[in-house]
C-alpha cells in the first residue's frame, strides 16, 4: 500500500536534512519537507474530523483548553521554545482526542520527523505569535464545537500556513499574493503576471467579466456560503475565516452577493 510505504519512508529517512541519490538543492529539500508536511496533514485532518465527530457524540477533552491556555501563554511571552513545545503537545492532544492509538501513533512520527523544522519555521517564519496562537484558537474552538467539517477546514488550514509564508519569503508567484490581504491586486500583477496592476485589472475584466478585486470578493463569499451551509461555525467565526474583522461589513457583503443575511442563508440551507 502506498500510505504504508509513505509511513515506512519516514520512519528511516530524515528527508529534511538527508537528500537521496541525484537530488540536490533548497528545491529538492523544501519538496521532500512539503511531502512530510502534506502526510502530517492528511493524519491530521482525518483526526480532527475524528475528534470532533467524538466531542459531538459527548466525549470530554479537557486537555485541549488546557493545551491552548499554554500556547496563547508562551505567544504572549514571545517565547518560540516554549511555543513549540505546546503547539506539539496540543496537536498530540487532538489526536488523543481523535480516539484512535494507531493515527496518534502515525501522526507521532510524522511529527517527530518534521520537529527541527517546526521549531525553526516557528522562529523565523511567525515573527508574530499571538497570530499564530489566534490559527490555534480557531482550531481547538472547531473540534470542541463537535463541527467536523470546521474542525477539518481549520486543520488543513493552519497545517499550510508556513508554506504561504516560505513561498513568499522566496519572492515564489502566489506566495506574496496568497497571504498578503491588503492588496492582492497589486501583488499579483508584480509577481504572477508582470504587468502594471491597471492593465491586469483590465485583462480580468475581458476574460472574467468582472474586475479582480470583484474575483476575490466572489471568492470569500463563496467560501463564506459554504462554511455557513456545512459547518456550525457562528457568523463572527466565518467572517473572520474569510478576511472580514468587521463582521457588519461582511454581512453586507454577503447580503449583496446571497440575496439574504448570513444567517437566513443558512436557515434556508437546513431546510
Excluded at 67 to 73: I, N
Excluded at 191 to 215: E, I, M, N, T, W
Amino acid at each position: 500500500m502506498a500510505y504504508e510505504s509513505t509511513i515506512w519512508a519516514v520512519l528511516g529517512f530524515d528527508f529534511a536534512y538527508t537528500l537521496p541519490p541525484g537530488a540536490f538543492g533548497v528545491t529538492h529539500v523544501l519538496d521532500h519537507l512539503k511531502a512530510q508536511c502534506d502526510l502530517r496533514a492528511h493524519i491530521e485532518v482525518f483526526g480532527a474530523r475524528r475528534a470532533a465527530e467524538r466531542c459531538a457524540a459527548g466525549t470530554r477533552a479537557p486537555d485541549l483548553a488546557t493545551r491552548l491556555d499554554a500556547v496563547e501563554a508562551a505567544a504572549r511571552a514571545r517565547d518560540p521554545a516554549a511555543f513549540h513545545r505546546a503547539d506539539w503537545r496540543l496537536h498530540r492532544a487532538v489526536m488523543d482526542t481523535s480516539g484512535i492509538p494507531t493515527l496518534r501513533d502515525a501522526w507521532q512520527v510524522v511529527a517527530d520527523a518534521l520537529a527541527r523544522f517546526s521549531r525553526q519555521s516557528v522562529k523565523r517564519h511567525w515573527p508574530d505569535l499571538l497570530q499564530l496562537a489566534d490559527e490555534h484558537r480557531f482550531y481547538v474552538q472547531a473540534v470542541l464545537s463537535g463541527d467536523a467539517y470546521a474542525a477539518e477546514d481549520a486543520a488543513a488550514t493552519h497545517l499550510d500556513g508556513v508554506w504561504y509564508r516560505i513561498a513568499e519569503e522566496r519572492g515564489e508567484p502566489g506566495g506574496e499574493a496568497k497571504v498578503d490581504r491588503r492588496d492582492p491586486l497589486q501583488r499579483a500583477a508584480r509577481d504572477v503576471s508582470h504587468v502594471c496592476p491597471g492593465h491586469l485589472s483590465r485583462l480580468f475584466q475581458k476574460r472574467y467579466g468582472l474586475g479582480f478585486q470583484a474575483y476575490v470578493q466572489r471568492l470569500r463569499m463563496d467560501k463564506a456560503a459554504e462554511l455557513l451551509s456545512r459547518s456550525s461555525l457562528p457568523v463572527n467565526a466565518v467572517a473572520r475565516r474569510v478576511g472580514y474583522a468587521d463582521v457588519s461589513r461582511f454581512c453586507q457583503h454577503f447580503r449583496r452577493h446571497a440575496g439574504s443575511t448570513p444567517r437566513a442563508y443558512r436557515r434556508g440551507r437546513a431546510m
